[in-house]
């Protein structure tokens, strides 16, 4: 098989797998709008929209990082890749527990202060997310 044709079927695998992603995305958000009011339901997509926002400013690479590396199996590289995902999350996780409020004011839903609270266990979960 020529390069090209493997690169524009690596593209074409790439291009689909996204595409079910976001069908499959629009098709939960479509279910959660159905069972929930529609207070409830904008409240669920601000908690959404700040844990993407979170995730999107505070990505690492590192990830990618590792599959690039040739060191990749070295475990001292491995325990500082670990170290900088714990920092991020205790990180993310302090800030978010700190705008909880401001948040809650922001998008005009004080009763669900405790929601963007909860939302700290998304970040410190990933923290500790294995890498191998």
């Not at 929209?49 to 400013?57: C, E, G, K, P």
Request: charged share 15%; net charge neutral; with cysteine.
């Amino acid at each position: 098989m020529s390069i090209k044709r493997r690169f524009l079927k690596g593209g074409a695998q790439i291009a689909l797998t996204q595409i079910l992603q976001q069908a499959l995305l629009l098709a939960r958000n479509i279910v959660v709008a159905r069972l929930l009011p529609p207070e409830q339901f904008g409240i669920a997509l601000t908690l959404v929209t700040v844990i993407s926002a979170l995730d999107a400013v505070s990505e690492l690479g590192i990830e990618l990082f590792l599959i690039r590396s040739p060191d990749a199996a070295n475990p001292c590289l491995q325990d500082t890749l670990h170290t900088a995902l714990i920092m991020r999350g205790l990180l993310s996780a302090g800030v978010l527990f700190a705008m909880a409020y401001p948040l809650a004011q922001l998008f005009g839903s004080l009763e669900a202060v405790w929601a963007y609270q909860m939302l700290v266990a998304v970040p410190l979960t990933k923290a500790f997310m294995h890498l191998d």
